[in-house]
């Protein structure tokens, strides 16, 4: 077989795709190499090198006797490694849950890419035991970590308590390296056990921009950008843009609603009527005019994915010339939108939609504080307090419409860390999920609804925003798990906002609501983009994409720059980077999420290390033999309460079905804290 009818052989790919075409028509085949080279007969030369690709990537796998099959056809599958601090872990694939014991990770990591075999089935789940293969990928290259000295010999101890403890360091003559110091090495894997190599000395362990600085390098965020990269962004910043074919919208009273410590503006709101019907306006930031696709800035911001938002610093996904500046919708400037122009009718049912170019002039720059103030009718603002009424009822009208259609709501568990002025974390502030919040993201939801299906209907080639239902074995385990609270699903099953709303409702502690809140998002599948529209199950859509926040979303960007070259007449061409886009996005948002989570945890570590002996309220999030853990209330960290401990403190202990259960309310102080080990140890409080 030759490359098309050239008579020379066939590229490399080419083999590779030949061999899996003949595995994909016989997939229960059991193929030696020779029976290979004869099926495919001349011009493959290099069918060792496509065997070995193939086996390496995890495409095929060896089946004894020199043959080769499919991996699935072996109970052999695919799949990223989630390691725990015991050193056990598991691994999902296909809606299945492979559970690994620490003598069956082969040495993988987490994060890596492994082949795993499954072994043997566990109860009625879904959920089996396994073994890993072998390493597919290493998702990592290096960690930050204390080193120490052990028997004479430098070794590093992983701010990550996931990864192995005390790996050998390779330091350097000329290092100056210190017991105790914070530090990033590169790892080298080679042959035999995991080492690592000193890359950077970052700071003193008990430094709060040193420990968020260990994050960023553990996680690979980048920092800062190119030189090529910011001239660039500066040049495009300083082209003016033209008004022609852009719909002129400076006359509707616009207001941008954000956090109090905002910089980037990147949506805006209006409202107005036309014929009877009420008209939303969400103007969106026409960043595809400044980052246009497959262009330098484009590349950055593909790789980037998402802005990072940490605890004491952002990391954008663009340059600030254009995500604080020229991109930025600031009040009293002129600026190059798109507008999502949205008719409703008096119940909040979408009549109609169009999805233009436009130009804006923000009125006004307000927190969600003072839009909460207006919302609830109070303000000194005549003008205002009759706009936030028109927003407000339209804002209710659509919950109203949600719940119709059964979308979920659940409340958020993020915080936002305040810092003293040492730079200390001093205090937790929950993200509120008020209506001002409410309002802004119901008017999100519906201008990425009306884009999804525009694009859908259009058959563009962009990413959508899908999340899958959840199975029904997953919905029974929620079930049971909340009755261990003492909650009862309302109707048994999980299918409605007004549903979680009675759920949540008489539940006063937020630790408590986060407990059950958590259980229901392990319930759901998780929400990832994909290239392909297979419609939402949380927010019960059939459509739904990410529009709104292109300034810090790539995938966002991606939409907009689709729909500037349509207007333009050109048909965009994505061909086989669609999926690519998807499965780049939702890793760089799922290493986002890790990178935040990481980093507000540390900071409640370092504020409770100065509390030792303070007392907080908690709620029992898991009953072992050896004690209990505690999440505790205001402060977003859990601790272990050892059994010793607690029947120190006078209390009875005898592990699981005894005095404590999941969900049990429970007073405890704070007994020790070790930040690096993230170790937080309680002791109960009698009441």
Known sequence: MNDGNTGRPASPETTVDAVLAIFQAEPSSRLTFQQLA??????HPDLSGAMDQLVRTGLLWPAGGRRFALPEELGIVKGRIVMRSDGSGFVRSAGERIELDRRNTAGSLDGDTVMVRKLQKQGDGGTFSGKVEAVVSRSRQGLSGVVRKRSGRWVIDPVDPVLPREIPLTTGSRSGVSQGRLVYAELDYGDRRLSAVLKRNIGSPGSPEALIDAVILDHGLPDGFGEDVTMTARE??????????????????????DPVDARDFDDAVSIGSVDGLRVLYVHIADVARYVRHGSLLDGEAGRRGTSVYLPDRVIPM?????????????PGEDKATRTVIMKFDDSGRRLDFSIVPSIIRSDRRMTYEEALEYLEGNGSDSDLRELF?????LSGDLDRQREERGALDLETSEYRVVFGDDGWPVDFIPVPSDI????????MVEANRAVADHCSWAGLPVVYRVHDKPTENSVEKLRDRLGEFGITLPGGRLHSSSNLRRLLEGIESRAMRDLVSEHVLRSLQKAVYMPANQGHFGLALRSYMHF????????????HQVLSMQEKGEIPSLEGQAGAIAESSSASEDNAESAERDAVELMALLFLSRRTGSVYQGVVTGVKMF???????????????????IRLSGIPFNGPGGIFHEGSAVKVAILSVDVMERKLALITVKD
């Open 627 to 645: 004690g209990i853990f505690v999440r505790l209330e205001g402060v977003p960290v859990e601790g272990l309460a050892h059994r010793n401990e």
């Open 236 to 257: 495009e910043a300083l082209i003016p843009w033209s008004e022609e074919d852009r719909k002129d919208l400076r006359h509707l009273f616009t207001i941008t609603v």
């Open 389 to 393: 009424r028109e927003f407000g009822r």
């Open 436 to 443: 001002s919040h409410r309002m802004i993201e119901n008017f």
């Open 38 to 43: 004869t099926r495919l007969g001349g011009g």
């Open 318 to 330: 663009l340059p600030e010339v254009l995500s604080n500046g020229a991109c930025s919708l600031g």
């Open 548 to 559: 709104t926040s292109p300034i810090r979303r790539y995938p966002d960007l991606l939409v």
